[in-house]
C-alpha cells in the first residue's frame, strides 16, 4: 500500500528552525490536498497545516506564523519548514492526504521533532 515518507526532524534548541520532507509518489497524492500532522506522546494526532493541490495553504493556530507548507508536484514532495520552535511543538510529525473522500492513505512511520536546549 502506497504510504508517505519523512525525513529532516531531529534536535533543535528553542527558537530554531527544521525543515520537513514527505515524499508521496503516485497520483492520489498529486492531484489532493495534503497535511503535515503530530502527535506528541500521550495525546491524539492533530493537524498542522495543509495544502491543496492548487498551493492553497491553511495552519493551526498553534503554529500560525511560524510554520510554511509547500509542495513540488513535479517531486512528489510536501515540505513543512518550522521556524521559531517552542518547547510545546516536539512530537512526531507525520504527512497524508487531507480530507480526502476515502479518507487518509496508510500512515508512514513519521519523523521526530525533539526540541530542547
Known amino acids: 500500500q502506497v504510504q508517505p515518507v519523512e525525513s529532516g526532524g531531529g534536535l533543535v534548541q528553542p527558537g530554531g528552525s527544521l525543515k520537513l520532507s514527505c515524499t508521496a509518489s503516485g497520483s492520489i497524492f498529486r492531484f489532493n490536498a495534503m497535511g503535515w500532522y503530530r502527535q506528541a506522546p500521550g495525546k491524539e494526532r492533530e493537524l498542522v497545516a495543509t495544502?491543496?493541490?492548487?498551493?492553497?495553504?491553511n495552519y493551526a493556530d498553534a503554529v500560525k506564523g511560524r510554520f510554511t507548507i509547500s509542495r513540488d508536484n513535479a517531486k512528489n514532495t510536501v515540505s513543512l519548514q518550522m521556524d521559531s520552535l517552542k518547547p510545546e511543538d516536539p512530537a512526531v510529525y507525520y504527512c497524508?492526504?487531507?480530507?480526502?473522500?476515502?479518507?487518509?492513505?496508510?500512515w508512514g512511520g513519521g519523523t521526530q521533532v525533539i526540541v530542547s536546549s
Open positions: 495544502i491543496t493541490s492548487a498551493g492553497s495553504t
Open positions: 497524508n492526504l487531507f480530507a480526502a473522500p476515502w479518507g487518509p492513505a496508510a
